[in-house]
């Protein structure tokens, strides 16, 4: 299920993360999976976010489309499928929750 970000969300950076040595990447939206979710009241434990990934090297700056993949979120009251589904959450919230495993690459299909 796509999650698109709202106006409020990019006004206050909530598409945008820093990650450091890997340079930032800013989300154009959020993918959740919720195929095959038997109960939807369980928390959301992961999501993608494709946008664009800003890197920085000897030679200057690079930027491509990216694909950053959140495998084990952490939330703080966290919100259920559910609630995706039903639209009781932002991107924005997903986006900046705590991110205890994730990979980044970029995005080949665009």
């Known amino acids: 299920m796509r999650i698109n970000f709202s106006s409020e969300d990019i006004i206050r950076n909530r598409n945008y993360a ?20 038997e109960d939807l ?12 990934w800003r890197r920085y090297t000897e030679d200057g700056h690079i930027s491509a489309p990216g694909i950053l993949t959140i ?8 919100p259920s499928y559910r ?17 205890l495993d994730w990979t980044i690459e970029e995005d080949e299909h665009v």
């Open 71 to 78: 495998t084990q979120a952490e939330f703080e009251n966290a």
């Open 18 to 37: 820093d990650l450091l040595e890997y340079g930032d990447f800013v989300a154009e939206y959020l993918e959740i999976d919720v195929d095959g979710v």
């Open 41 to 52: 009241d369980v928390p959301i434990d992961g999501f993608t976010a494709v946008g664009e």
């Open 83 to 99: 609630d995706v589904l039903e639209g009781r959450v932002t991107a924005g919230r997903i986006f900046n929750c705590g991110w």
